[in-house]
């Protein structure tokens, strides 16, 4: 009689799991300082951008509605 250890359609799933590999992945190589540096550019930048936008876009999002609205020319003021 043919038994199963498991309930696996292939048989190579089932032995995948006990499957080791012996060969290790090769160590990650350092950044270089002109490296960081661009990444640290680059994040400052986007950073900025942000408080830049942040800091015009307030105004206009603001609802205070005691500021005057109203529009008008100094040719009118002056009839």
């Known amino acids: 009689m043919f038994r199963r250890r498991e309930s696996v ?4 799933v ?9 060969v290790t992945p ?4 350092r ?7 661009s990444r640290s550019l ?4 986007l950073i900025a951008g942000f408080a ?3 800091l015009f876009g307030l105004p206009a999002l603001d609802t205070d ?5 109203s529009q008008t020319s100094e040719a009118s003021q002056h009839r």
């Open 26 to 29: 090769p160590p990650r190589r």
């Open 65 to 69: 509605s005691t500021r005057s609205h």
């Open 52 to 54: 830049g936008s942040l």
């Open 31 to 37: 950044p270089s300082a002109s490296q960081l540096a």
């Open 9 to 12: 359609p292939f048989s190579f």
């Open 42 to 45: 680059v994040g400052l930048t």
């Open 14 to 22: 089932a032995d995948a799991d006990r499957f080791r590999s012996n």
